[in-house]
């Protein structure tokens, strides 16, 4: 039985294991403030409008609270939910939720990603980093998860 609980450790620390962190991941930092979320959303929203994209866009605290938060018209409710679902998982397991996505699609050890608490395997969740700390995470939902991808990544921008 031990064994098998050290296997399993062993698989869910290789399915988290990316090369976009391939390293230790940044510190978490103090939480981002009102003013700098509310920049985030902006640039986001931005992005979204230029393409015809109506989407939800949430700012978390690195512990995964709501900063700031906006639902653009005719974004579909379902999203309101994803999107800070998305913004959670990416501060909380500080890194971005593309991560999860591309890990489950490969199959095999990715898999036991399946089995964290508070995991969303879609684009649109991207950690916010400041001065190399963590200082919240951005999650949007509405499109497709490429272009939560790219809504998510220009407000992320607007703060670096």
């Known amino acids: 039985m031990r064994k098998l609980v050290l296997t399993a ?18 510190p978490y930092g103090e939480t981002i403030n009102s003013e700098t979320a509310k920049k ?6 931005d992005e979204a409008k230029k393409n015809n994209w109506a989407m ?3 700012v978390v605290a690195p512990s ?3 900063v700031q938060f906006e639902r653009m018209d005719n974004c579909q409710f379902a999203s309101i939910t994803i999107s800070q ?3 959670k998982a990416a ?14 699609a490969a199959g095999g050890a990715g898999l036991t990603a399946l ?3 508070g995991i969303i395997a879609s684009e649109g969740g991207i950690p916010i980093v400041i001065g190399g700390k963590i200082v919240g995470a951005m999650g949007c939902s509405g499109g497709t998860g490429q272009q939560d991808g790219v809504a998510c990544q220009a ?5 670096k």
């Open 115 to 117: 089995t964290l608490d």
């Open 9 to 26: 450790v062993a698989l869910c620390a290789a399915a988290l294991a990316t090369p976009a962190f391939a390293q230790a991941p940044p």
């Open 85 to 87: 679902h998305k913004a």
């Open 64 to 66: 995964g609270d709501l």
């Open 40 to 45: 985030a959303v902006a640039a986001a929203a």
């Open 155 to 159: 407000g992320v921008n607007a703060v």
């Open 91 to 104: 501060a909380t397991f500080r890194r971005p939720t593309k991560v999860f996505e591309d890990r489950i």
């Open 56 to 58: 939800c866009i949430a």
